[in-house]
């Protein structure tokens, strides 16, 4: 158990919809992460929080957007979804921002899938 | 951000040592060496990283070349649950966000 729960663990929904997918990082860590597994794709960045701030942008689609609360856990949103954004999601945290001497831990992931 | 190249698969026999090589001719002065695994239906999995110097912990060692430009992740004894995509990423003090490649995928052959 990597610390790192993501919720739900399976979403099946329709073209054109809005979903939400929420990330609870680690006891303390400051700094979540999400990205985007596709078949196709491998492991994609699609953005970065660290305490309520965004700090990078990867492979973001406008469609999509995420914020981090100040109790620290972290919520991804799509809309106007298509069935190219099937795929996992997975969310990681990691203690602090500032160096890159620490290890990240990922969540389960959760699977969309779009119809 | 820096690139990586591993080979895309490889293939070990269950209890054998087995070497899995990284390049990263890039690498900055201060970009971490980091190795993530992911098993099937899985998140990625945190194996080891380091700067400089060789890394030992409880999962595996990573072996860094003089100058840098190459790792060797070590696992010392196959097992069959060691059957992942291990994953070799330089993460800078700057933003480190992780950019995965493909990876290697480790066949253990029982």
């Known amino acids: 158990d990597s610390g790192v729960t993501q919720t739900p663990k399976h979403l099946i929904t329709a073209t054109g919809q809005r979903v939400t997918l929420r990330c609870s990082p680690r006891s303390g860590d400051l700094s979540v992460y999400w990205y985007q597994q596709s078949l196709d794709q491998g492991l994609q960045f699609l953005i970065q929080y660290y305490n309520g701030e965004e700090r990078a942008k990867g492979n973001i689609l406008e469609r999509f957007s995420a914020q981090q609360f100040p109790d620290l856990h972290s919520e991804l949103n799509l809309s106007s979804l298509e069935l190219g954004d099937s795929a996992l999601y997975f969310c990681?945290?990691?203690?602090?921002?500032?160096?890159?001497?620490?290890?990240?831990?990922f969540g389960q992931g959760t699977r969309l899938t779009v119809v | 951000d820096a690139k990586t190249t591993q080979p895309n698969s490889m293939e070990s026999n269950e209890e054998e040592p087995v070497h899995l090589p990284c390049n990263h001719s890039?690498?900055?002065?201060?970009?971490?060496i980091h190795w993530y695994r992911q098993l099937p239906s899985q998140g990625p999995e945190y194996v080891i990283h380091?700067?400089?110097s060789n890394v030992n912990n409880r999962m595996a060692s990573l072996a860094i070349a003089e100058d840098r430009k190459s790792s060797t992740l070590i696992l010392h004894r196959a097992t069959l649950r060691d059957a992942a995509v291990y994953y070799c990423?330089?993460?800078?003090?700057?933003?480190?966000?992780?950019?995965f490649g493909t990876g290697t995928s480790l066949t253990v052959i029982p």
């Open positions: 380091g700067l400089t």
């Open positions: 890039t690498i900055s002065g201060t970009d971490y």
């Open positions: 990423i330089l993460r800078r003090n700057t933003g480190n966000q992780f950019y």
């Open positions: 990681a945290s990691s203690a602090y921002s500032g160096s890159a001497n620490t290890e990240a831990f």
